[in-house]
């Protein structure tokens, strides 16, 4: 009877822990969903950001932009292999979010890009951002930050799990 208690505990305790990464913010016909972002090494100089959004409207939007004041610059990129390469880039015209559609910004994918870090981000806590959408306009998310090298919002790890904080973004 006593194994059943602490089971039932442990599992109230992880729903609990995963309903709070689980915020989900509303902007237009779109939702965004389990925002977040990983820990940083004290020094580091970038971080990556993540979201999933879903367009409940019938009508196409696209995220054109990013701002938060924990970094000196904020940009929508893009990262992928192209002839064995791994390469990152801006995102110049935003990402679209097809009308009854997800699109996953996720590690190894299309992110949101902390350039200049004015302060590591610091597992347990929250990095706010301001992401811009077309139609939609601006909404104010909270990203959850999760472990160093997490590949998932709960701090899942992969192997090739991307740290930004030690890639080149070059000057732009």
């Known amino acids: 009877m006593k194994i059943w208690k602490t089971v ?14 689980a915020s989900d913010y509303k902007v237009g016909e ?22 999933e959004i879903i367009n409940n409207g019938t009508d196409a939007d696209r995220l054109i ?12 990129h893009e990262m992928a292999v192209t002839d ?9 015209n935003g990402v679209e979010i097809p009308a ?19 302060q590591p981000f610091e597992e347990g806590s929250s ?23 997490a590949k998932t919002p709960n701090g899942g790890a992969e192997r090739g799990a991307m740290d930004h904080s030690k890639m080149d973004h070059g000057k732009n």
């Open 100 to 118: 009854g559609e997800t699109v996953a910004l996720q590690p190894g994918g299309f992110h949101i890009m902390f350039m200049g870090l004015k």
């Open 8 to 21: 039932a505990a442990a599992a109230a305790l992880s729903l609990v822990s995963l309903s709070a990464l």
């Open 127 to 149: 990095i706010p951002v301001v992401l811009t959408f077309e139609k939609a306009g601006d909404v104010a998310v909270e990203l959850a930050v999760s472990k160093m090298g």
């Open 30 to 51: 779109l939702t965004l969903t389990q925002p977040w972002t990983r820990a940083t090494p004290p020094k580091a100089k970038a971080g990556g950001g993540f979201v």
């Open 84 to 92: 064995g390469v791994m390469k990152m880039r801006k995102m110049e």
């Open 65 to 76: 932009g990013a701002s938060s004041d924990v970094a000196a610059k904020v940009e929508i």
